[in-house]
């Protein structure tokens, strides 16, 4: 890229006060500084505006319209070629932004991501087993999703698709795809995540992730496991199951684990039953959940 760089920062808020502080001031606090940095409030009501407007920031208060709706409100109000997306409930390394520019210098590279781990890894056994899954997911990756992108992608694509409930990042990608520009990782730029504690929270966001991925399929196409899931669910809802059965069952769930054996590779063995539970649960509730949803909304 031989023009000037004038990078700007965008982060979608709605009532997440508690992670505003840590956010800002890593993005604040980035060794390459963001020429503007604007966080578009999608309606909170928690004081997050209030709190926000600290901070040398700045503030574009929007009504309840969802996160795509903010995004997009905030990279056409902002002045940069180069937009970077963050996340409030996120801490970025210092060298965040100055690594993922490295990136954006080939031409044919349209945006970047960096490595995601977990910020509250301490907080429970539950993050502890995401720090496991998400160390794991970056061994050999190969990105599908950026945040920071050059704004001629955006202008080119539009941005962010508002009528999709989850899975908007990935769909922005593969719309950008389609003009030749690829997704680059950057694993030297390091963002922090806070992950639920909870299981029982955990397993809410999977079921929300699932429930809600409808129209993005509609969009880009069925994933061929959804009819293996519709067999597996219904054998079990109407009492069919027999021995045979089960066996491919247990197949199946030994394949997942065998899939995520990066995450038991590095982990204490103390941890594995915590760690099949966490990989299993949240898998079973996923495709349960996607199913449902799949089923209720088809024609939507």
């Known amino acids: 890229m031989n023009k000037k760089k004038f990078v700007s920062c965008v982060i979608p808020v709605y009532n997440n006060y508690m992670h505003v502080e840590k956010c800002l001031n890593s993005v604040l606090k980035q060794s390459k500084k963001f020429d503007e940095i604007i966080v578009a409030d999608d309606g909170s009501t928690d004081g ?3 709190l926000v407007k600290k901070y040398p920031v700045k503030l574009l208060e929007l ?19 180069i937009v970077f997306f963050g996340e409030i409930d996120a801490v970025y390394s210092r060298n965040f932004l100055k690594e993922c520019l490295k990136k954006l210098e080939k031409e044919n590279i349209g945006s970047v991501i960096g490595k995601q781990l977990v910020l509250n890894e301490n907080d429970s056994v539950w993050t502890k087993c995401k720090q496991f899954e998400r160390k794991a997911a970056f061994q050999n990756y190969r990105p599908f999703s950026g945040w920071l992108y050059k704004r001629k992608v955006l202008e080119k694509t539009k941005g962010f698709d508002e009528k999709l409930d989850f899975g908007e990042d990935v769909d922005l990608s593969k719309r950008m795809q389609k003009f030749k520009w690829h997704v680059a990782y950057a694993d030297k730029a390091v963002w922090k995540h806070f992950e639920p504690p909870q299981l029982s929270n955990v397993l809410k966001r999977a079921w929300n992730f699932g429930f809600n991925m409808n129209s993005f399929y509609k969009k880009h196409g069925y994933p ?12 079990i809802l109407l009492g069919f199951a027999n021995v045979f059965f089960w066996i491919l069952t247990d197949l199946f769930l030994l394949g997942k684990l065998f899939i995520n054996r ?10 594995w039953p915590a760690l099949i539970v966490f990989i299993l649960s949240q898998s079973i509730v996923f495709k349960f959940s996607r199913l449902l949803g799949i089923m209720l909304k088809g024609g939507k």
């Open 48 to 50: 997050t505006k209030e």
């Open 262 to 271: 990066n995450i038991f590779k590095n982990a204490n063995i103390k941890m």
């Open 63 to 81: 009504k309840h319209f969802g996160r795509s709706h903010a995004r997009n409100q905030g990279w056409k109000k902002s002045k940069g070629n």
């Open 224 to 235: 061929k496991a959804i009819f293996l899931d519709l067999i597996f669910f219904t054998t």
